[in-house]
């Protein structure tokens, strides 16, 4: 059975950071296309970093680029997202997606406030 789960979320300030992990189990997470993605209150889902599955490529949305990275520890089968100089607006539920497969886990909040 593949699962998801994230964690790591929780209340911070703003300009703060936050690692967020995603521990996948029932599949090899190396051999798929992995995404985070959130969803805020009122808004659709926003797909924010991605991996490719073969060399590990990563791609950012513009909203996030340059302030969060996407990485993978293979051994531990989990994927990470390092989110630094947080918005306000970051607030959201972060989920950890197989892209192509649109599979999600359970999601973990995070909270941006002073």
């Known amino acids: 059975e593949v699962q998801l789960q994230a964690s790591g979320g929780g209340l911070v300030q703003p300009g703060g950071s936050l690692r967020l992990s995603c521990a996948a189990s029932g599949f090899t997470l190396e051999k798929y296309d992995m995404s985070w993605v959130r969803q805020a209150p009122g808004k659709g889902p926003e797909r924010l970093a991605t991996?490719?599955?073969?060399?590990?490529?990563?791609a950012y949305a513009e909203s996030v680029k340059g302030r969060f990275t996407i990485s993978r520890d293979n051994a531990q089968n989990t994927l990470y997202l390092q989110m630094t100089d947080l918005k306000v607006e970051d607030t959201a539920v972060y989920y950890c997606?197989?892209?192509?497969?649109?599979?999600r886990g359970q999601g973990t909040q995070v909270t941006v406030s002073s």
């Open positions: 991996i490719s599955f073969d060399i590990g490529k990563t």
């Open positions: 997606e197989m892209t192509r497969l649109g599979t």
